[in-house]
């Protein structure tokens, strides 16, 4: 975990609700006394949107740096039903992904982050249709706790409340917004709420107005305010448009790698609602140390600092630091801006005397009953006395006696890590109820807006520095050394002792084919007897062909067959009993170099679906695009499939297979696909089979991606049971198998995105689709021949539907296959 910024360790502090110190003597001073200057701020602005990256990095940049506000992004989901150019991961997965790449965009820019329940369901075209899969009470309700629990002083929406100019999702978050403006200082509105937060009402409202398609222009009659965010921040070392392009680069899944801008740049806000201003939209705004007289001490303190800080030796600010420490402690910690102070505050102290501090172990993971071995390090290179008053792990106090560090000198603590039998896995919280549900469950008010868990296993330090205390919580770490990218910390995760890997989650019994799965049980421990089970399948449905124990790798490895006489879908879960209970649970990691690595839990579930279809089983070719499943799904269903990569385009080796499928973005992303385009076109004359599945418009590494001339469009069908009229005579809806109106039954999240337009009238349409009130759409499937062969162009999204086992979207692209 690699640091960006100087905002590190705040963002931290305030994203956990507990300060985390990773500081470092590298932190310049300059650095330091910009966050002197954020300390006697006390401004805020809650910034509210729909997804990851829809957030304006370059204002949330200025309004936290050049304004030094503190700034949250509010946005409602998760980014859980969007599109993954860097791996697989989809939906919970992706959720994870896109959660921490907004951690560290805010990491990056200085703001900080919330979300709501709602769950990204993909392209929604108006408010209308997103609300018919959110619960508008319940996502309302959450915008209204952020704002009572942040309490911001203005609200700034990305997005306008004029239903069909952007995404259904974007509109709707400004409708939101506009309503929790009105409503959190309601007594009255959601007063579950009021047993942790009071009422609160924002001075005003605003619209980050823009225009993407030239200049922005100003409405008459409307009132605006303008932001210089190209501004140079000398103390950071960049403008605010090269932070803000660092912080949307942070955005790896989407391809958002950013390019700032060079010289002037204006942001434009518009006047919704609130109190009328004159000169900026922060007038009336109460400076919040005036509410105490002790705050207003501090703040003159921290005045008199800023006018004296002796940037040469930042060690030489600490006795001004504590004394105004001293002050800001006697405000009321129940306030949430004062526990930030506070937090801030022991920041800076550590951070102007270069405290290092590490929790480490050399384990990754760890499981409920277990020891694991740490180590606490406390390094102070100043002459002050740090002490180490006390440590507790666990609640157990680790400490006989305080430890000291001064003049380099680093205090070292062993510690050992006992967990009970219980201890909780590190799931992430708004994954533990129904995640199939287009909200997530969460029952706990207190989590609600909270972008992800706090460390499961950390230390509570109690630090003195001349006569000062510092309550500190640091996490445990597992700290490594990579040959490639040198030390490298990952937070510790707490996985079950036992849990369950399987070789495939669909499974297909086609005709009389019997389908089989490896489920491997690894043991955390050691190798434990026990009975492996699927719930919901009786013992003549299912067989265990042969077992194996595997002792050096702490493996039990088993082949199953299943049985069934009746075709349909099923879901069974598989389940190993023993003495010591049972397990379901599938370790799911996901690790990329740009956010932490995760971990995750899933149940040991299997999709089954039994059909008759007929199906050839012969080679198949794949093009790998940004990742998609679609390899795995077609070897469950009996075909052979080989990646075709870099040197392999060469019309005698693709003529080995029947069909060749093209992976999803692949033209946007696959230089040598594009490069090669003339020998695939080679492949299709020859008699071969192209099934190409969608492409973005934008980026495309080439414009030609079939045989007859064809362009990519923005057109989707987003409610996935819209209404479907089809060709059913056309091949590919009645060869080999005859497709009908119940296998467009079932469908996940939406029928398909970037439908081919402009079509060649060499392109047959054997489909046509539209969301409800809209013109309907062909491009969906394209066909045509070529010489001897067949090409497709698909936007259907085969790429959800045949990972989730939705069986007419299963039937319909082997039908692809066999042509």
Not at 96 to 107: G, N, S, V, Y
Not at 601 to 610: D, H, K, N, R, S
Not at 713 to 722: C, F, G, L, P, Q
């Amino acid at each position: 975990m690699k640091k960006s910024h100087i905002f590190f360790p705040l963002v931290i502090a305030l994203v956990f609700g507990v300060y985390s110190p990773l500081i470092s003597q590298s932190i310049p001073s300059s650095s330091i006394y910009h966050e002197l200057l954020k300390l006697r701020e006390t401004k805020r602005v809650l910034y509210v949107a729909a997804h990851p990256d829809d957030e304006n990095t370059r204002l949330i940049a200025y309004l936290a740096n050049e304004t030094k506000a503190q700034v949250a992004y509010l946005s409602l989901t998760r980014g859980d039903g969007g599109q993954n150019l860097i791996g697989p991961e989809l939906g919970i997965g992706l959720g994870q992904i896109r959660t921490q790449e907004l951690l560290k965009a805010r990491e990056t820019d200085g703001g900080r982050q919330f979300f709501t329940r709602a769950k990204d369901f993909g392209y929604s075209k108006n408010p209308n249709e997103t609300l018919q899969n959110w619960d508008r009470e319940t996502i309302l309700s959450d915008v209204v706790w952020v704002v009572r629990k942040f309490r911001p002083d203005i609200i700034i929406t990305r997005f306008n409340t004029i239903p069909g100019v952007t995404h259904g999702h974007h509109t709707t978050s400004a409708i939101l917004a506009e309503e929790a403006f009105s409503l959190a200082g309601d007594p009255t509105a959601f007063t579950d709420q009021l047993q942790y937060v009071e009422p609160w009402s924002p001075k005003r409202i605003f619209w980050n107005a823009y225009n993407f398609r030239g200049e922005f222009q100003e409405e008459e009659g409307e009132i605006y305010f303008e932001f210089p965010t190209g501004n140079f921040n000398p103390l950071l070392g960049e403008t605010y448009s090269q932070i803000a392009a660092d912080s949307r680069t942070m955005h790896k899944s989407q391809g958002f790698g950013s390019t700032a801008g060079i010289g002037n740049a204006v942001d434009h806000i518009q006047f919704i609602q609130g109190e009328s201003f004159s000169d900026s939209p922060f007038d009336g705004v109460v400076d919040r140390w005036e509410s105490f007289e002790t705050g207003k001490e501090a703040r003159e303190l921290i005045d008199g600092l800023i006018q004296n800080f002796d940037f040469k030796s930042p060690s030489s600010n600490l006795s001004d630091l504590l004394t105004i420490k001293a002050k800001i402690d006697q405000l009321p910690e129940e306030l949430a801006w004062v526990k930030e102070k506070k937090e801030q505050m022991n920041s800076l102290i550590l951070e102007v005397m270069g405290v290092e501090i590490e929790f480490n172990s050399n384990q990754e993971s760890i499981f409920p009953g277990a020891v694991l071995q740490g180590e606490i390090i406390v390094n102070n290179p100043t002459s002050s006395e740090l002490t180490i008053a006390s440590i507790q792990v666990l609640s157990k106090d680790q400490l006989e006696a305080p430890g000291f560090s001064q003049h380099n000198n680093p205090f070292r603590k062993d510690i050992e890590v006992q967990l009970s039998k219980d201890f909780p896995f590190s799931q992430p919280y708004w994954l533990n109820g129904d995640v199939d549900q287009p909200m997530y469950t969460i029952s706990d008010q207190q989590l609600i807006g909270k972008p992800f868990n706090g460390p499961s296993l950390y230390a509570d330090l109690k630090l003195e520095v001349e006569g000062e205390i510092m309550d500190i919580q640091f996490p445990l770490n597992y700290k490594f050394n990579d040959p490639v990218d040198g030390e490298v910390k990952e937070p510790v995760a707490v996985v079950p002792s036992v849990d369950l890997e399987l070789s495939k989650q669909v499974i297909f019994g086609v005709g009389d084919t019997k389908p089989r799965i490896t489920v491997w049980i690894n043991f955390r421990d050691k190798i434990e007897d026990g009975v492996l089970y699927f719930e919901d399948l009786n013992e003549t449905e299912f067989r265990i062909l042969e077992s194996e124990d595997i002792p050096g790798q702490k493996r039990r490895r088993y082949e199953v067959e299943f049985m069934s006489e009746e075709n349909g879908k099923r879901k069974i879960k598989a389940i190993y009993k023993t003495n010591s209970g049972e397990f379901d649970l599938i370790t799911n990691r996901i690790n990329y170099k740009h956010i932490p690595h995760l971990t995750y839990f899933t149940p040991a579930t299997i999709e089954w679906i039994q059909a008759d279809w007929k199906i050839s089983k012969k080679p198949i070719g794949y093009i790998p695009g940004a990742g998609d499943e679609i390899p795995q799904i077609l070897e469950s269903l009996g075909y052979p499939v080989t990646v075709i990569g870099n040197g392999d385009y060469d019309l005698n080796y693709l003529s080995q297979f029947q069909a060749i499928v093209v992976g999803i973005r692949a033209y946007n992303t696959n230089e040598e696909l594009a490069s090669n385009q003339q020998a695939l076109m080679g492949y299709v004359r020859a008699g071969g089979n192209l099934i190409v599945q969608y492409n973005t418009t934008g980026r495309l590494l080439t414009n030609q991606l079939g045989p007859y001339p064809f362009s990519i469009t923005r057109d989707r069908v987003s409610v996935e049971n819209a209404p479907v009229t089809a060709n059913f005579a056309h091949p590919v809806l009645s060869t080999p198998n005859q497709i009908n109106a119940s296998d467009f039954e079932g469908w996940v999240q939406e029928r398909g995105l970037y439908f081919a337009g402009q079509l060649d009238a060499a392109y047959e349409t054997p489909l046509i689709m539209n969301d409800p009130g809209e013109d309907p759409s062909n491009g969906s499937l394209i066909y045509a021949k070529y010489g001897e062969g067949k090409f497709i162009y698909t936007g259907l999204s085969f790429f959800r539907e045949l990972p989730a086992g939705v069986p007419g979207a299963v039937k319909l692209f082997i039908n692809l296959l066999e042509q």
